[in-house]
């Protein structure tokens, strides 16, 4: 069983920074994909960042050059680290994690960017 709990939303400015991070309970943490994704309010969810288990990593477009996704593998723990952010980066952010068997979801973590 693969628990994944995030933390470190909240409300912010716009050009604030936040860090989101999630937690992993699970074996072999280190062999996972680890992405964070967001879905806005009537919309669908959608991929924001992802890190290899070889520390390659690939962002969306909106938010390249503002986020960087890291992890720790001894601390079985992947980061989000926001910057310069926007009220359209408004959005619950989800934690994923995924091998070739099965992909895990967060509970997600609120992110409100407004003045």
């Known amino acids: 069983q693969v628990q994944l709990v995030e933390s470190g939303g909240g409300l912010v400015q716009p050009g604030g920074s936040l860090r989101l991070s999630c937690a992993a309970s699970v074996s072999g943490f280190s062999r996972y994909v680890m992405g964070w994704y967001r879905q806005a309010p009537g919309k669908q969810r959608d991929l924001v960042a992802t890190?290899?288990?070889?520390?390659?990593?690939n962002y969306a477009d909106s938010v390249k050059g503002r986020f960087t996704i890291s992890r720790d593998n001894v601390k079985n723990t992947v980061y989000l680290q926001m910057n310069s952010l926007k009220p359209e980066d408004t959005a619950v952010y989800y934690c994923?994690?995924?091998?070739?068997?099965?992909?895990?979801w967060g509970q997600g973590t609120q992110v409100t960017v407004s003045s």
């Open positions: 890190i290899s288990p070889g520390g390659a990593t």
């Open positions: 994923r994690a995924a091998d070739i068997a099965a992909a895990y």
